[in-house]
DNA sequence: GTCAATGTTTTTGTATACAAGAATTGCGTG
DNA sequence: CACGCAATTCTTGTATACAAAAACATTGAC
């Protein structure tokens, strides 16, 4: 059980907006939280600060704040700079990753494996995001570490609608493979490309998906 | 002036932390504050929510809020990180940025060599800052531009140390030099090695310093 | 019927009040 | 004199109260 409200509340309220329940331009209501979420304003309103600082919710003074799901420009913008991070972690981790670590992924990555054979989503996202997280992690660097793990929660309602795309996931697994690969040989520039290559195909393939949603509609 | 008391107490605090009035480890005392702005606890209290979220400060429940300044080992990474965004940052600017831009760049350039020239150090500071804020926005990624600038931000009262070592200034112009060259010539690889190194060396130098006042004080 | 002006209602932003946990101080004991 | 414990004081976290600005509605004029 968290101590501070206010904490649980400014989570739940994260949540909410990631997976949509709140859409972009939504005013996020002081009272009617309070009343939701059985608090008063006081704690409510601490919450929402910390949302416009993430930048998920923007306030306007005297006006309220509003949640602010970021666009079609902005999502593709926002995996160039994942696949550019993911490239530096890579690049960092092929120099200084240690063989126990190496392990660790190509075991996130068999799991992951058997995740897609057994069409177990759920067991596949986990283990996918241990394998990227394993790689931040090992890039040496805590801050770029900090940095990337914030920008994949961010993108995370996104990345999981571009995975059901046909035949993605099998092309995503023998893209980890060579991410594995690069990371072994300690070829900085190989893993660099694999991992911006990985990412950036996924914002490549949402952007694609995004057109064809545009398209449908018309 | 600003009509939300926290946002202009949140923007004060976070320049004292910035500027070091307030050390490592020091306590945001909600009640000393208000006082001091002239305020009640609660507009404080907004403020503090915002530095926590910012990582300017940390919070531990039911005991109050301690601001948290980076550290060396930190610090060099984060230097380290900033020296790959700008890279990235002057690898998509080389192929994006237009000729009008180029001529910004230039001249931002020049007006540097003139405040060197002139011994105008805060005219050096305003124009070395403008040539790094046109190299981000010509990344032409508006999401890389905000997190290349909230970093550089946060780096500014330090790279102002490095920079007061004996030939780092006319050093640093060669590097600027360097840069427009590879922009305007579009070489995306060129820009993005001259800017890794241009940032890269004033972590370096920055690790230097911490070095030898470290070895002063033994 | 439309528009403007004014009065009412909401809503935000801040101040204050209160509850509960943490720190501190003072006393008693070994 | 050091240490442990209890009462007190402080501080945080939350609730409520109040002031001011914005949204809204009603009414009246054209």
Redesign the interface.
Known sequence: ME??R?DHIADQLEEFIFTGAFGDGDRLDEIRLAERFGVSR?PV??AL??L???GLAEQI??RGVFVRQPGP??LV??F??MA?IEA?CGSLAARRISDTALEALKKANANCQAAVDCGDSDAYYRENEKFHHLIYKHSG????EQ?ALRLHRRLKPFRRLQLRLRGRLAQSMAEHEAIVQALQAGDQAGAADALRGHVAVQGEKFHHLMASIKTAAE
């Open positions: 101590i501070r206010a006081t309103r601490e600060q910390k416009v600082v993430s003074p005297r420009v902005e913008e926002m160039e700079v550019e530096i660097n805590g801050f770029l940095e």
